[in-house]
């Protein structure tokens, strides 16, 4: 059974940096999807980013291009979610998520799509 933890998580300020990383056991991310989604406190958890492990075109959402960056290693069964300019409304609880096959990129921002998921790590950044 496939298994995940992140970690990375913290308190940073406005406009600092972090990477957040999610390992995996049971498998290697090979012939899977892979994604973030976050969940700030009193709202729904959202989609971040995605990236197919065939392509490894990353997909984000809107609020976040330019910004994060999504990516995997196969070798170490690792996701990272680089986080660049940070924003007071990116402080939430960070969840990686996977599910098998290589669905089209508007279905990876469905959290109903994914089969494993991480207990998450808090991100909060304070101005």
């Known amino acids: 059974q496939v298994q995940l933890v992140e970690s990375g998580g913290g308190l940073v300020q406005a406009g600092d940096s972090l990477r957040l990383s999610c390992a995996a056991s049971?498998?290697?991310?090979?012939?899977?999807?892979v994604a973030w989604f976050r969940q700030a406190p009193g709202k729904e958890r959202d989609f971040v980013a995605a990236i197919r492990s065939t392509s490894r075109t990353p997909y984000y959402e809107d609020s976040v291009k330019g910004r994060f960056t999504i990516s995997m290693d196969d070798a170490k069964n690792t996701l990272y979610l680089q986080m660049n300019s940070l924003r007071l409304e990116d402080t939430a609880v960070y969840y990686c998520a996977t599910r098998r096959g290589n669905p089209i990129l508007s279905a990876l921002r469905e959290e109903s799509m994914y089969e494993y998921w991480g207990p998450g790590t808090q991100v909060t950044v304070s101005s």
């Open positions: 049971g498998r290697t991310f090979g012939g899977y999807s």
